[in-house]
């Protein structure tokens, strides 16, 4: 009875290291079907910028893609809170990549080829941003005052996006060479999938 009972005890053991086994086995597939699909669903969103071009041409298409933004946005009613919601975490969730990539490489190569006073000017609209974001975040959705907030925000947008498409970048893109701009264009998709 004895020997049946250790018997049967180490069949349990082996048993349980086996599920213990397979639980492990079962996790460490579901961690890696996760990190495959994030890695996926990362390059679909950086994909649109990727796929543009130079990053001059990337970032172009960015300020495109949030200016459709605005206008679902500024096509709500005070009815529409949650399609609100949900436009402006699109749109944060958009400027945050985009300021990423440029305040971490565009930004600084501004500074490398002598335009530190338009690199700082850049950085300090990205300030102004963010400060939209917050104001309207935390403004009631259905407020009167929403799209016009909103209104003064595609305008600054529209004012900084135009300086950098019409002035400030293409005098950077001309005053590097060709490698340059390849690598600034890897460096600044690169930055992009981070938030993507």
């Given at each position: 009875?004895?020997?049946?009972?250790?018997?049967?005890?180490?069949?349990?053991?082996?048993?349980?290291?086996?599920?213990?086994?397979?639980?492990?086995?079962?996790?460490?597939?579901?961690?890696?079907?996760?990190?495959?699909?994030?890695?996926?669903?990362?390059?679909?969103?950086?994909?649109?910028?990727?796929?543009?071009?130079?990053?001059?041409?990337?970032?172009?298409?960015?300020?495109?893609?949030?200016?459709?933004?605005?206008?679902?946005l500024q096509a709500t009613?005070?009815?529409?809170?949650?399609?609100?919601?949900?436009?402006?975490?699109?749109?944060?969730?958009?400027?945050?990549?985009?300021?990423?990539?440029?305040?971490?490489?565009?930004?600084?190569?501004?500074?490398?080829?002598?335009?530190?006073?338009?690199?700082?000017?850049?950085?300090?609209?990205?300030?102004?941003?963010?400060?939209?974001?917050?104001?309207?975040?935390?403004?009631?959705?259905?407020?009167?005052?929403?799209?016009?907030?909103?209104?003064?925000?595609?305008?600054?947008?529209?004012?900084?996006?135009?300086?950098?498409?019409?002035?400030?970048?293409?005098?950077?893109?001309?005053?590097?060479?060709?490698?340059?701009?390849?690598?600034?264009?890897?460096?600044?998709?690169?930055?992009?999938?981070?938030?993507?």
């Amino acid at each position: 009875m004895a020997t049946q009972t250790r018997a049967k005890s180490k069949s349990q053991q082996a048993g349980g290291h086996a599920s213990t086994g397979a639980v492990i086995g079962a996790a460490a597939a579901g961690v890696a079907i996760g990190l495959i699909a994030n890695l996926g669903r990362k390059a679909a969103v950086q994909a649109p910028t990727i796929l543009a071009g130079d990053w001059d041409e990337a970032l172009a298409a960015e300020h495109a893609a949030v200016l459709k933004l605005f206008d679902a946005l500024q096509a709500t009613t005070d009815r529409n809170t949650t399609k609100r919601s949900m436009l402006l975490m699109q749109m944060k969730h958009s400027l945050a990549k985009h300021a990423l990539q440029e305040e971490n490489t565009i930004y600084p190569a501004l500074r490398d080829a002598g335009q530190t006073e338009q690199a700082d000017h850049l950085n300090h609209d990205h300030g102004y941003v963010k400060q939209f974001l917050y104001d309207l975040e935390n403004m009631p959705k259905d407020s009167p005052a929403f799209l016009e907030k909103v209104a003064e925000f595609r305008r600054a947008i529209e004012e900084h996006a135009g300086e950098e498409e019409n002035t400030i970048f293409p005098a950077l893109k001309s005053r590097l060479s060709e490698e340059q701009n390849k690598k600034l264009t890897f460096a600044m998709n690169k930055e992009g999938l981070k938030l993507a």
